[in-house]
């Protein structure tokens, strides 16, 4: 890693509150087109039947799909976006252990970026997703905005 990186993974560490939390994600890679998150599955991401819920597996895909469209080499800046679309296909089911989420940028417009992800478990293949997002709040700039 970058020493550019290394500090985007501290800013970004230090700026995980509210659902992001609650997911329990942390981000391992994030670089420009790329973002890789891991994250250990535990009882509060499980559904009634016991495994983990459709909507965890969605949320780290859109989670790992925006941070890939907004990385900034500027410290204390950020980049910012919306997920437009995201289509999501869930491959197997987990009961619990640590999965790997990656997502790569596929193509990027002035306004909007495009991105494929997946999860993967030391099982296989557990979903893949792609997205549609859009930049907002001067998250297009490559040099992002101040963070207030």
């Known amino acids: ?17 509210g659902f ?3 997911l329990g994600f942390t981000v391992t890679e994030w670089a420009p087109n790329k973002a ?10 499980l559904n009634r039947n016991g495994f983990v819920h459709g909507g965890v597996f969605m949320s780290l895909l859109d989670s790992a799909a925006g941070l890939c469209g907004t990385y900034c080499s500027v410290p204390g800046n950020v980049r910012r976006c919306i997920t437009v679309s995201m289509n999501t296909h869930f491959i197997s089911p987990v009961k619990e252990g640590r999965l790997r989420v990656e997502a790569n940028l596929v193509s990027r417009g002035r306004k909007m970026f495009f991105v494929e992800a997946r999860i993967s478990s030391d099982e296989g293949l557990v979903a893949t997703g792609q997205g549609a997002l859009r930049y907002v709040l001067g998250g297009d700039k ?3 905005v101040p963070a207030d």
Do not use: D, P, W, Y
């Not at 890693?1 to 700026?15: C, G, V």
């Not at 891991?38 to 009882?43: N, R, S």
């Open 1 to 17: 890693m970058t020493t550019n990186n290394n500090q985007n993974l501290k800013f970004e560490a230090e700026s995980i509150n």
């Open 20 to 22: 992001r939390e609650v």
């Open 36 to 45: 890789v998150l891991h994250v250990e599955m535990t009882e509060k991401h």
């Open 142 to 144: 490559e040099e992002g």
